[in-house]
C-alpha cells in the first residue's frame, strides 16, 4: 500500500490535486460566442457572458475542493494560436487544412513568424489573468503554451528566411519574449503559471519525427535547444512562483495525434528544464511507462500524474488509480507525486466528448484521492 503521511501535504503549486486548465465550454458561453462571430452582438456583450460564465466555473472549482482555479480558458478558441498571435512577429492565417487527429481534422488555421518576436505590454492575456485573480479565493492559474510550440508547428518553413536567417536568433528572441510574458505575469500577480507543451510528447513519436525530418528539421537537435530557450524563459521568476508544464499528445474532440513513452526526451525534460512540475499523460498504454520517471531529481520537483482521462466521461476506479501511483513510486518517491486529468476537457472550443457532470466528478473524485493519498 501506498504510504500516507501528512507530511506529504504541499501548500504550492502544483498541488496534489490539480488539473491541466481548460474546462468544457458552457452552453450560454458557445451561443454568445456563434452570436458575435454573426455581428449579432458586440465584442462588450460577449465579454460581459464570458465573465458571468468565468465567474460561475471558478465557483464551482472552489465547491469541488481544488485548491486552483483556471479561467477555463473560456476567452480562448485554441490553447495555443490565441497566445501566439498576439506575440509581436506573429500573424495567423488560413491553411489549405486543419491539424490531423486520429480520424478528424481541425479547422483550418495556423501561425507563422513574418517579424522580430516580442511580448507586448498590451497582450490580452494579461487582462484575462486579471480578471481570474479578482475573482477567486484560490490560487489563480494561467496556461499558456510553451515557446517550443511556436517553432515545432510548422519549423523552418513557418519562420520568415528574411527576418531570421539564423535560427539561433529565432530562439533567443523567442526565449527572451517569453521572459518578458514570465515578468509580466509576475507582476501582475500570477504566482501559478503553466507551459502547455506538445512538441515534448511528439519528440517521443516516430512518425512526428519523421515528418519533422521531412519538412527539413533536425528533431534529434531540438530537446537541448528547447530546454535551452525553457530556462531563458522562466529562470529569473520570483522565487514564490510556480512555472509547470504539461506534456500531451494532442486533444481534440476526445482524439489524439502522437503515441510513444517518454524515454526518448526524460533525461533533458526532467533533469535539464527548470520546471517545478511535469503534467504527464498517463491515461492510456500511449504514454508508456512510469520508468522515465528515474530522471526526475530527487527531493526537487513535482510529476502531476494524468491518470483520469478527460477524453471520456467514464469515472475511473479510485483503487485502480492509486495502485498505478503505487506503481509510479518505484521510480519517483510519493512526496514528489501529485495526480490530476491527463490533459485540459477542450483544448479547443470544441470541447471533448463527455458532459460537465462528467468533467466535474471527475475534478471531484480527483480531490477525493488525494486527500486519501496525502491526507490534509
Not at 504541499?10 to 488539473?19: K, L, M, Y
Not at 518576436?117 to 503554451?145: R, Y
Not at 539564423?166 to 501559478?192: E, S
Request: proline share 5%.
Amino acid at each position: 500500500m501506498i504510504k500516507q503521511d501528512n507530511a506529504m501535504r504541499r501548500e504550492r503549486p502544483p498541488f496534489r490535486a490539480d488539473h491541466v486548465g481548460s474546462l468544457l465550454r458552457t452552453a450560454p458561453l458557445k451561443d454568445a460566442r456563434l452570436s458575435h462571430a454573426r455581428g449579432e452582438i458586440t465584442a462588450s456583450q460577449l465579454r460581459e457572458i464570458e465573465d458571468r460564465e468565468i465567474t460561475a466555473i471558478i465557483r464551482q472549482q472552489e465547491s469541488v475542493g481544488l485548491k486552483l482555479a483556471t479561467d477555463g480558458e473560456f476567452r480562448r478558441a485554441w490553447w495555443h494560436f490565441d497566445f501566439l498571435e498576439h506575440l509581436d512577429g506573429v500573424e495567423s492565417y488560413t491553411t489549405e487544412h486543419g491539424i490531423k487527429f486520429k480520424g478528424i481534422e481541425t479547422k483550418a488555421k495556423n501561425v507563422r513568424v513574418v517579424g522580430k518576436i516580442d511580448f507586448p505590454v498590451d497582450h490580452p492575456m494579461l487582462a484575462h489573468f486579471h480578471f481570474l485573480k479578482a475573482h477567486t479565493k484560490v490560487t489563480p492559474k494561467l496556461t499558456i503554451p510553451s515557446p517550443s510550440v511556436l517553432h515545432f508547428r510548422g519549423g523552418r518553413s513557418a519562420i520568415s528566411p528574411e527576418v531570421y536567417p539564423d535560427l539561433d536568433l529565432f530562439f533567443a528572441d523567442l526565449g527572451a519574449a517569453y521572459r518578458k510574458a514570465v515578468r509580466a505575469f509576475a507582476q501582475a500577480g500570477c504566482r501559478y503559471l503553466q507551459f502547455d507543451d506538445t512538441v515534448w510528447a511528439y519528440l517521443c513519436s516516430a512518425e512526428q519525427r519523421e515528418q519533422a525530418r521531412a519538412r527539413g528539421d533536425a528533431p534529434e537537435t531540438l530537446p537541448a535547444i528547447y530546454a535551452q530557450m525553457i530556462n531563458q524563459a522562466i529562470d529569473g521568476r520570483p522565487s514564490d512562483m510556480a512555472i509547470t508544464t504539461h506534456v500531451c499528445r494532442g486533444n481534440f474532440r476526445s482524439t489524439w495525434i502522437s503515441e510513444g513513452g517518454y524515454e526518448p526526451v526524460a533525461e533533458i525534460m526532467l533533469a535539464a528544464t527548470h520546471y517545478d512540475g511535469y503534467f504527464l499523460e498517463y491515461d492510456t498504454a500511449r504514454a508508456g511507462g512510469f520508468e522515465p520517471l528515474r530522471f526526475l531529481p530527487k527531493g526537487q520537483k513535482q510529476v502531476v500524474l494524468g491518470l483520469v482521462t478527460s477524453k471520456y466521461g467514464t469515472l475511473e476506479d479510485k483503487d485502480e488509480i492509486k495502485r498505478r501511483i503505487e506503481e509510479a513510486s518505484a521510480y519517483v518517491d510519493i512526496s514528489q507525486l501529485c495526480v490530476s486529468p491527463q490533459c485540459g476537457f477542450a483544448s479547443t472550443e470544441e470541447g471533448n466528448i463527455l458532459a460537465e457532470s462528467e468533467q466535474w466528478a471527475k475534478l471531484a473524485m480527483i480531490v477525493e484521492l488525494a486527500d486519501e493519498i496525502w491526507p490534509p
